[in-house]
């Protein structure tokens, strides 16, 4: 062999058909077990061998787990085995679902790139539980819940309660994210994301946002997310409900943002990447400019 | 505990005795000899590894052998046809879309991913731009890759 051969620590390979062969499989062997969906996070760990699971269960062949659905009201529902490009696309198939999650659909078209689109699912980056995942900001803005399932039944977790810390998720090893539920968002309303991305792939502060009924205080909703600087993606209930005063909506957006950053000011992360000081300023820079363009959008399509 | 996989590539079907533990890149390149599969990073980043799996352009040096059982796969061994290069492969050559060579593989993979993609569209730089971004060259500076692609949607499209 002429080039250097890689080789991953040793392990059993599981490619069940079923959800129930799955949860099986999970429960027999806890915490010796991986579930392998797209590998992009997976097979990483386990070159740099900071996970070596004794049984990795692929569950890229459950057909219950794939797809994508909606329901008016209800709103979008996807399987833990859709790659991430299947989720865009379809959503560009639905231009009318796209504008509603657009959020969403922003922040998974600029996941790492092509070919990790190609292959990396959304369960996958939820559970990887790295503070930069893309998929948090937008899932925290839209009130997302993760669907976990066992052999003991299903259970939900909001996402902003399911992601605990870096590296660490609300899942017990006998228990399987089985899809992400997207709810509807409110009538009337527009989002957006926005990252920024250094010298480095990784955000170094996201922020997403949703406004509804802007012109109205008594009804107004302004949503705003904030993931990557922070260990974990958070929402500040006290900040958004700035938005129900009246008067000038952006010195509206000010004081919110006062609150907000005051709220979360001493979790804010600093590593060689960016100092805590920086973050906080990226935060406050992305949601101005995030706010305009959805005031803008909000003129053009509901004004 | 190997297992015996079955892929086929280039249209032709391969059989190969793998362990789990075993990576598509090294098997492709090293137990059936598709030497275009370059390794670069062996982490997903450079893209130096793409081939076309089941019509998706994806990063094998992230993929286990095993999780390629029944697939099809193509490489861009497979690409010219009768000692006549593909358009996409052309359009590098006219273009100067490379220097060394040694990304190329993995560039004309991606590269004819997304001209097949948007074969029933317009594309702009922007956007060859950002679907290139996770393939890496050290060589180049990219604006001549980006020509070539941008070259060899023209030609396909005007084919159709
Ligand atoms: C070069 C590169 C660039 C990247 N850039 C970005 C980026 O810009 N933004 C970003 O957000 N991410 C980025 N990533 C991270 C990447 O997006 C994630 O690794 C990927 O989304 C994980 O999804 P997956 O389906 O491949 O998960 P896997 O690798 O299969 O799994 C990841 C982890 O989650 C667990 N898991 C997966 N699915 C389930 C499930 N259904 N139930 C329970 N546990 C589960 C696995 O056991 C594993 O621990 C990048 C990665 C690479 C290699
Ligand atoms: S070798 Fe696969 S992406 Fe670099
Ligand atoms: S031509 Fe040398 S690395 Fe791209």
Known sequence: MSSPYTTLPEFTYYKPKTLEEALELLEKYGEEAKV????????????????SPKYVVDIKGIEELRGIGYEEGKGLSIGAATRISEI??????????KRKYQALYEALSRIADMQIRNRATLAGNVCEALPYMDSYSPLAVYDAEVVIASRSGERRALITEFVQGPGMIDLQPEELVVRIDVPEPPRRSVSGFSKIVPAIEYSIASVSMLAANIEDPATR????????????????REAEDVFKSQGDIVELLDKALDKLIGEIEYD????????????KEMIRVQAYQLFLRLLREYRANWG | MGQVITLKVNGVLREVEVEPYELLADVLRDKLGYKGVKKGCWR?????CTIIMNGEAVKSCIILAVEADGAEIETVEGLARNGRLSPVQD?????????????????IMASEYIVRRNANREITPGE????????????????????????AHRRIKIVR
Do not use: H
Request: aromatic letters at 8%.
């Open chain 1, 36 to 51: 392998l969906a797209g590998g992009v996070g997976l097979i990483n760990f386990m070159l740099e061998k900071l996970m």
């Open chain 1, 88 to 97: 865009t696309r379809w959503l560009d198939g639905n231009p009318e679902l």
């Open chain 1, 221 to 236: 909703e302004v949503r705003i997310a904030v993931s990557a600087a922070t260990p974990v993606p958070v929402r500040v």
């Open chain 1, 268 to 279: 804010i992360l600093e590593d060689p990447y960016a100092s805590a000081e920086y973050r």
């Open chain 2, 44 to 48: 997903g980043e450079c893209g130096l």
């Open chain 2, 91 to 107: 359009a590098y050559v006219k273009n100067a879309g490379l220097q060394c060579g040694f990304c190329t593989p993995g560039f």
């Open chain 2, 128 to 151: 060859v731009r950002s679907a290139l971004s996770g393939t890496i060259c050290r060589c180049t500076g990219y604006k001549q890759i980006i020509d070539s692609v941008l070259e």
